[in-house]
């Protein structure tokens, strides 16, 4: 019998993305804590929040990207404070320059549209000072809609309507 993690979200050339399986949990902890993966999204993770997180997470809701079985990433397709849809993720430092955020990310857009029938757009938030991100934002289509201050720092928010 197989489980819903077993069975893939999305596949590309390269990677299989698909919901979070308890084995998945240490590298998902790791990004949570890597002051490198974290030095835009407001720093490592406390204790508390990674035991939340961790719980949410195993409820489905988190699409981890895989290259040959091995975990390189994740991508989140979740509910922004306005109510759009919002696009989060984030890769192993050691996997970055290989294209694979692009990948995934372009393939969860994909999906969407799709796993959210109700949404008019998706919006994606970064540090404007994160400027691969921005870049990668910018590659996949979305467009610049808004800026704001927030967490110390300048964020800039990205933004795809529905075809």
């Known amino acids: 019998m197989t489980s819903d993690a077993d069975t893939p979200l999305l596949v590309t ?12 949990l240490p590298v998902i902890e790791r990004m949570w804590r890597d002051p490198v993966l974290r030095r835009y999204l407001g720093g490592p993770v406390s204790d508390d929040e990674v035991a939340q997180r961790r719980e949410a997470d195993q409820s489905g809701g988190l699409i981890v990207t895989t290259r040959s079985g091995e975990v390189v990433g994740r991508c989140h397709l979740g509910r922004y404070r306005t109510g759009d849809l919002e696009l989060s993720y984030v890769f192993l ?17 994909g ?10 757009r998706l919006v994606a938030v970064t ?13 996949l289509g979305m467009a610049r809609v808004d800026a704001f201050e927030e967490f110390g720092a300048r964020q800039v928010m990205h933004a795809i309507d529905r075809p």
């Open 13 to 24: 050339d390269r990677l299989v993305l698909r919901v979070v399986r308890p084995s998945d």
């Open 93 to 109: 430092a050691e996997q970055w320059g290989r294209g694979y955020a692009r990948e995934a990310c372009a393939a969860v857009i």
């Open 111 to 120: 999906l969407a549209f799709d796993r959210f029938p109700d949404a008019t």
């Open 127 to 139: 540090q404007e000072a994160n400027t691969r991100s921005v870049r990668l934002l910018e590659a």
